[in-house]
């Protein structure tokens, strides 16, 4: 079954720390890959995302993330965490057999301590 | 560009009610989809409008039903509701045959009482 995974509810890093935010996916083709950002009551921000090619992507604000298929994981990288960063951060597979639509993981909630 | 918008962004309804919620898509985009999202919980796809049909759904029963119309905006409605129907409802489109990804609205605010 198509599945995401992200296995920290919660992590907390201190301003200037780095980051990295676990995603791993269970889809049987290619995975087209996402990363967005959610702040508290507003809808979602796309950060990155991953179809082919090279499998370090940039994203926008200072992020990363890398798809490494051995491993089914697309981990989500930051060097030096600003406190604007704290926010609900969800890993999505999109299925592109039949309806084109995402599979989300339950996310990861980042507090950035001053 | 316009991005997506969703309205209302909150709303109070109390169970056995019915609600229509509104997406207006970014420009140049012919699909919308709708999510579900509940508290704590990673969004649920429940349904997809293309050239005004639903051309697929999740695992949300026959009471979510939308609409998409000529200039791709669509609704999303929910009768009889349920206590938990209480989410954040987020609309998403994208074009047809891209894989770019979608692009989310604010979403609105569905609580029931």
């Known amino acids: 079954a198509q599945s995401v995974t992200q296995p920290d509810i919660h992590i907390t890093v201190s301003e200037g720390a780095s980051l990295e935010l676990r995603c791993n996916y269970s889809?049987?083709?290619?995975?087209?890959l996402f990363w967005y950002v959610q702040s508290p009551g507003q809808g979602l921000q796309l950060l990155l995302k991953?179809?082919?090619?090279?499998?370090l992507v940039q994203g926008i604000k200072g992020f990363e993330a890398e798809f490494k298929r051995s491993q089914s994981s697309f981990n989500l990288r930051k060097p030096s965490v600003h406190w604007s960063d704290a926010a609900e951060y969800f890993c999505?597979?999109?299925?592109?057999?039949?309806?084109?639509?995402?599979?989300f993981g339950t996310g990861t909630r980042l507090k950035v301590l001053a | 560009e316009t991005g997506v918008t969703q309205s209302p962004t909150h709303l109070i309804k109390t169970r056995g009610q019915q609600v229509t919620l509104r997406c207006s898509s970014q420009s140049g985009h012919n699909t919308v989809s709708w999510y579900q999202q509940a508290l704590g919980q990673g969004p649920q796809f429940i349904f997809q409008y293309y050239r005004e049909e639903e051309n697929g759904r999740g695992n949300f029963p026959p009471r979510f039903s939308g609409l998409q119309f000529p200039n791709y905006s669509s609704e999303l409605n929910v009768n009889a509701l349920e206590l938990d129907d209480s989410a954040l409802y987020l609309c998403?489109?994208?074009?047809?045959?891209?894989?770019?990804?979608?692009?989310f609205g604010s979403g609105t605010r569905l609580t029931i009482v």
């Open positions: 998403a489109s994208s074009s047809e045959g891209s894989h770019s990804g979608y692009t």
């Open positions: 991953y179809f082919s090619g090279d499998t």
């Open positions: 999505a597979v999109a299925i592109t057999s039949g309806t084109y639509k995402y599979i």
């Open positions: 889809y049987g083709a290619t995975p087209y």
